[in-house]
């Protein structure tokens, strides 16, 4: 069984700034993988960025260049640094980990952009 708690959502601006965290219940190494995905409304969820222990990030077309994910093993956690943010970005967004097999969720965070 693995935990997945995200914070960080909130309310920006329009070319703002926020950072998401996942920390997870177990080491993140111990994952096949990680991923950041978002759910906005009247929409389906998508992917957003996603890692492996053994690959760097890949991003969605729609955020590279603005959004970063690292994660840091220490505290279990990935983060997703969102830059220049815009009103599309808008969305819950959700952290998820594949563990032997099996794909877990958080319950998600929201993140609201707009004046």
């Known amino acids: 069984q693995v935990q997945l708690v995200e914070s960080g959502g909130g309310l920006v601006q329009p070319g703002g700034s926020l950072r998401l965290s996942c920390a997870a219940s177990?080491?993140?190494?111990?994952?096949?993988?990680m991923g950041w995905y978002r759910q906005a409304p009247g929409k389906e969820r998508e992917l957003v960025a996603d890692l492996t222990p053994r690959r760097s990030p890949r991003y969605a077309d729609s955020v590279k260049g603005r959004f970063t994910m690292s994660r840091d093993n220490a505290p279990n956690t990935v983060y997703l640094q969102m830059n220049s943010l815009k009103p599309e970005d808008t969305a819950v967004y959700y952290c998820?980990?594949?563990?032997?097999?099996?794909?877990?969720w958080g319950k998600g965070t929201l993140v609201t952009v707009s004046p």
């Open positions: 177990r080491s993140i190494y111990s994952f096949d993988a």
């Open positions: 998820s980990s594949r563990y032997i097999g099996t794909d877990y």
